[in-house]
């Protein structure tokens, strides 16, 4: 089993469509959680932390589910900017941390 | 704004060649990062380094080496370079650790090796 796990999409929304990505990590002592957005040829970019109590940032909102071991993204009102991928990070101990491989968004007009 | 440079965006080396990638950042962080990011594999740390020639294995260093002579930065080194090291490389730095902190990359050097 990966150590984190997201669907790589691709997810295709209309303009202004409410868009949701999960993400499941392995191992239940991590404590940091953190969505990271990357562009096409691009670098990856802090998009939000997660925090234990959820989290909201505009049009963004994430939330962290311990029990089940997940963390998801929700993005409302969605733009044609929002395309890109959206890279779900946990921590593995206090030095290194761990990337899924992304879920790609392409939002159309 | 934090800038983390990487001399090079694109390389083709030939198997056996010994290949530098350097990175440089201006916003006097303590930590530096090298990944490789692959199709279906996403980024994976190869080293890392908390201080002035201090480096830390990540979780791929094989086939590897980093130096971190100045604070500002942190090269990674490949020996003799490999097909199986066609990759993105991200350099990344941060002000604190991984844990709490930001990492800012750098816009990666693409290296194919023939």
């Known amino acids: 089993r990966k150590e984190v796990e997201q669907d790589p999409g691709p997810f295709n929304v209309p303009e202004g469509a409410t868009v949701a990505f999960n993400c499941t990590y392995s191992n239940s002592a991590s404590q940091s959680f953190f969505w990271y957005r990357q562009d096409c040829r691009k670098e990856p970019k802090l998009l939000m932390s997660?925090?234990?109590s959820g989290n909201e940032d505009g049009r963004f909102t994430a939330q962290l589910n311990r029990a089940s071991q997940y963390i998801s993204l929700l993005i409302r009102d969605s733009k044609l900017s929002d395309s890109a991928t959206y890279l779900c990070?946990?921590?593995?101990?206090?030095?290194?941390?761990?990337f899924g491989t992304g879920t790609r968004l392409q939002v159309f007009p | 704004d934090v800038k983390v440079t990487q001399s090079s965006r694109y390389l083709v080396k030939r198997t056996g060649e010994k290949v530098f990638l350097e990175c440089v950042q201006d916003?006097?962080?303590?930590?530096m990062f090298w990944y490789r990011q692959d199709p279906g594999l996403g980024l994976r740390l190869i080293y890392f380094?908390?201080?002035?020639?201090?480096?830390e294995k990540g979780d791929i260093p094989e086939g590897y080496s980093v130096s971190r002579e100045k604070k500002e930065r942190f090269s990674l080194i490949l020996e003799s370079a490999s097909t199986n090291q066609t990759s993105m490389y991200l350099c990344?730095?941060?002000?604190?650790?991984?844990?709490?902190?930001?990492?800012?990359f750098g816009e990666g050097s693409r290296l194919t090796v023939l």
């Open positions: 990344a730095s941060s002000l604190s650790r991984v844990d709490t902190g930001e990492l800012f």
């Open positions: 990070v946990v921590n593995k101990n206090t030095d290194k941390l761990i």
């Open positions: 916003m006097d962080h303590e930590n």
């Open positions: 997660v925090y234990s």
């Open positions: 380094s908390y201080d002035v020639k201090m480096k």
